[in-house]
């Protein structure tokens, strides 16, 4: 029987049955030998420095002179130049022995060392006018505050500066003077009894000679306080022991609108003239 062409597909030596024309095995190749890695050239320590192009190796020369920027004069470089001062600056102005030109409308003679220092200003007079003073611009105003005037027996009810209500008070007598000075509201207490000089008073509803009237404003400085009255005539006079003293119904309005930590700034001089408005928009006169 004949044997088989090889070569032919399907049969025994030849492609697999189905492989694509023209592929052939591939046949085994030898292995490669190690490739040879050349060594880097090797570097001189003594050899020159080649400089990027365009710039003089003689530059990086110690001695090499210092090239100033364009338009400088290589002398201002000197250590011994002088200091051109900004324009519209006087050059003797920089000498360590130039006088020292005082603020304009300044005295030169104050700088001096033998020079007289100036007295302290005078201490405030309390009893003068310190409304406008105390409100001048800078200072900034409370939430809430009340300003009590001696001199005007007249507390003027603010907010934030503007004035809300002005109210008709009484003060201390003369040998029982009201204090002066910045106070916070302590406690607001309505219709307090009265205990004092020796003596206890039920609240005002339940005795109306109870001197505290039907309201009391504690401030933190005890024992004075703010209060209402048992005797309306006397409001607008100075006979108090101390205390604030207004009508009863200003104070209840006063109980009203004051809170734990609201200002009251008693004062010597005189209220700053104002125009009420806000609750009530009222003034008391006594």
Request: charged share 20%; with cysteine.
């Amino acid at each position: 029987e004949p044997e088989p062409e090889p070569g032919k597909p399907g049969e025994l030596g030849g492609p697999a049955a189905g492989a694509p024309r023209g592929l052939q095995p591939v046949a085994p190749r030898a292995p490669h030998a190690a490739a040879a890695i050349a060594p880097a050239p090797a570097i001189d320590p003594t050899g020159a420095i080649d400089p990027a192009p365009g710039i003089d190796l003689r530059d990086f020369s110690p001695d090499a002179p210092i090239n100033p920027p364009p338009g400088t004069d290589p002398n201002d470089l000197s250590p011994d130049a002088p200091i051109n001062p900004a324009p519209g600056i006087d050059p003797r102005d920089l000498s360590p022995d130039a006088p020292i030109d005082p603020p304009p409308g300044t005295d030169p003679n104050a700088f001096s060392p033998d020079a007289t220092p100036a007295p302290p200003p005078p201490p405030a007079d309390p009893r003068v006018p310190d409304d406008a003073r105390s409100s001048a611009p800078g200072r900034i105003p409370p939430a809430r505050e009340i300003v009590i005037s001696l001199a005007d027996r007249k507390a003027s009810v603010r907010e934030v500066g503007r004035e809300t209500a002005r109210l008709a008070v009484a003060v201390g007598a003369r040998d029982r003077d009201t204090p002066l000075g910045t106070f916070k509201v302590m406690a607001v207490v309505a219709d307090p009894p009265f205990v004092g000089r020796g003596q206890m008073r039920p609240p005002f509803s339940q005795d109306p000679t109870n001197p505290l009237g039907t309201r009391w404003i504690a401030l933190d400085r005890p024992p004075y306080g703010l209060h209402g009255t048992s005797d309306p005539t006397s409001i607008g006079t100075a006979g108090t022991r101390g205390c604030v003293r207004f009508s009863n119904e200003d104070i209840e309005a006063l109980a009203r609108w004051a809170r734990p930590g609201t200002v009251v700034r008693v004062i010597g001089g005189r209220l700053e003239p104002a125009t009420p408005a806000g609750w009530g928009a009222r003034t008391s006169s006594g």
